[in-house]
C-alpha cells in the first residue's frame, strides 16, 4: 500500500520524492477538481438552456482597504508563513506529517510576519488600484456557475468535516483511545456524512444566492457518482481501514486473468498499520489468509459505471431534479450491496442488522422514490418555475 506519494513514486517509479502529501488526500483533491469542473459545465449547459439564471449582486465599488480587511489578511498571512517556513526548516518530519503540524503550535515566528507583511501589502496594493473618489454602490449580474469557487469551498469543509463527524460517532472507542490521531487522520471518512453535511450547507448558499436547486443538485449528480469512484481509489491505495471482510475463497477461474488482488487483499504497509488477520481475530471474525475483500477497488468499479449511466440520461432527463432523484436511487442501492461484504457496526433497524451507512442507503433509496413520483406529477409546474426564473 502507499500511505502517501512519497511511497507510490518510489515503488512504482524507483523514485525518492519526499513530499508532504497523503494518497488519501491527494485522491480527496483531484476528486474535488472533477466534481468541479463537471458541475461547472453542466450548470452551463443548463443556463443556455433557461433552467439557471443569473442573480445581481451589490457591492461597494472602490473603497479603500479598511483596518479590519487588512488585520484580516494580516492574521491569514502570518499562519502561512508561520507554518511554511517551519515546514521548509524541518521538511523531513514535516513532509511524513503535515496533518499534525497544520493543528499544533509549532511554527516560525520570522516566517509569520513576512508572511503578514506580504499578505497585507498585496491587499493594500489591490485596493489601491480600485479605489474611487467616492466608493458607489454598483449592482453586477453574476451566473450560477460563477459561483463555483465559493460551493466548491463549502463542499469542501462541510463534506470533510461531516464525513469525519459522522465516522467518530460510529467509532467513538477509537475516539476515545487516540483523540488526536482520529481527528487528524484523513482515513476514516464516512462519505454519506460528508455528503448530508455538503448539501445542507450548498442548499443555505444557493437559496441565499437565488441559484435554482432543482438543477444544481441535477448539475452535481454525475459529479458526486465520479467523484466517489475517485475517492475511493484513494482508499484502495492507502489502505485506510475501508476493506471487506475477511476473504479466504480461491479465486474463480473466471477472474484468472485478472490480479489476485482482485479477488482478495492483505493490504501490506497500510496507512493505518493494521494487520488483517490479526483485526479480523479481534473482531472475532474467522480468517485464515488474512486477506479481505477489497470493497474500495469494486466501488471504484461501480460508481464508474453509475457515473457513465447518469451522464449518458442527463440530457434526456427534462424535469428539474428527477436526475438527482436517480442518482440517489443508484447510489443508495451501490453503497447497501457493498456493506453486505464490509466490516461495519450493525444496529437495529425496523428489527433488521442494518450497518450506519445501509440505514442512510435504504432512507436514500425511499427519498429518491418518492421524489421522482412528486416532482414527475408536477413536471409542469417545476419546468415553468426554473424556466421563467429570473
Known amino acids: 500500500m502507499y500511505p502517501t506519494i512519497t511511497d507510490m513514486l518510489k515503488d512504482l517509479l524507483g523514485i525518492y520524492l519526499p513530499l508532504p502529501i497523503q494518497t488519501y488526500g491527494f485522491f480527496l483533491a483531484v476528486t474535488f477538481i472533477v466534481c468541479a469542473y463537471l458541475v461547472s459545465k453542466e450548470m452551463q449547459r443548463k443556463e443556455a438552456g433557461g433552467l439557471m439564471h443569473s442573480s445581481t449582486q451589490k457591492f461597494l465599488k472602490g473603497e479603500p482597504a479598511s483596518v479590519t480587511s487588512m488585520i484580516i489578511n494580516g492574521a491569514i498571512g502570518f499562519f502561512v508563513g508561520y507554518k511554511l517556513l517551519f515546514g ?178 492483505d493490504y501490506p504497509n497500510n496507512v493505518i498499520h493494521a494487520n488483517l488477520k490479526q483485526d479480523f481475530i479481534n473482531m472475532g471474525l474467522e480468517s485464515i489468509t488474512g486477506k479481505a475483500w477489497p470493497t474500495p477497488f469494486y466501488e471504484t468499479v461501480m460508481g464508474t459505471i453509475l457515473f457513465l449511466f447518469l451522464w449518458s440520461i442527463r440530457k434526456r432527463i427534462t424535469t428539474p431534479g428527477i436526475l438527482f432523484c436517480v442518482y440517489l436511487i443508484v447510489n443508495g442501492i451501490e453503497r447497501f450491496l457493498i456493506e453486505t461484504i464490509r466490516i461495519n457496526d450493525k444496529y437495529n433497524f425496523l428489527g433488521i442488522e442494518l450497518s450506519q451507512a445501509q440505514i442512510i442507503a435504504v432512507s436514500l433509496i425511499a427519498i429518491g422514490v418518492i421524489g421522482m413520483l412528486y416532482l414527475n406529477k408536477n413536471k409542469e409546474k417545476f419546468l415553468q418555475m426554473y424556466q421563467t426564473q429570473s
Request: net charge negative; hydrophobic share 50%.
Open 88 to 265: 521548509i526548516f524541518n521538511y523531513q518530519s514535516c513532509s511524513s506529517n503535515p496533518q499534525a503540524l497544520l493543528l499544533s503550535g509549532e511554527g516560525n515566528i520570522l516566517g509569520g510576519i513576512l508572511g503578514a507583511a506580504i499578505s497585507v501589502f498585496f491587499h493594500y496594493r489591490e485596493k489601491q488600484k480600485n479605489k474611487l473618489p467616492k466608493p458607489e454602490w454598483v449592482e453586477e449580474a453574476i451566473l450560477p456557475h460563477q459561483h463555483m469557487a465559493n460551493i466548491v469551498t463549502i463542499a469542501a469543509v462541510l463534506g470533510i468535516a461531516g464525513a469525519k463527524l459522522f465516522d467518530v460517532i460510529e467509532n467513538i472507542d477509537a475516539l476515545m483511545k487516540d483523540p488526536l490521531g482520529v481527528i487528524l487522520s484523513f482515513s476514516g471518512l464516512a462519505f454519506y456524512g460528508g455528503l448530508i453535511c455538503a448539501t445542507i450547507g450548498l442548499l443555505v448558499y444557493a437559496k441565499k444566492n437565488k441559484i435554482g436547486i432543482l438543477p444544481l443538485c441535477d448539475a452535481a449528480a454525475p459529479a458526486l457518482m465520479l467523484g466517489y469512484a475517485i475517492a475511493r481509489i484513494g482508499c484502495q491505495l492507502a489502505g485506510d481501514g475501508d476493506w471487506g471482510l475477511p476473504n479466504d475463497a480461491p479465486k474463480p477461474g473466471w477472474m484468472s486473468f485478472l490480479p489476485d488482488w482482485m479477488w482478495s487483499f
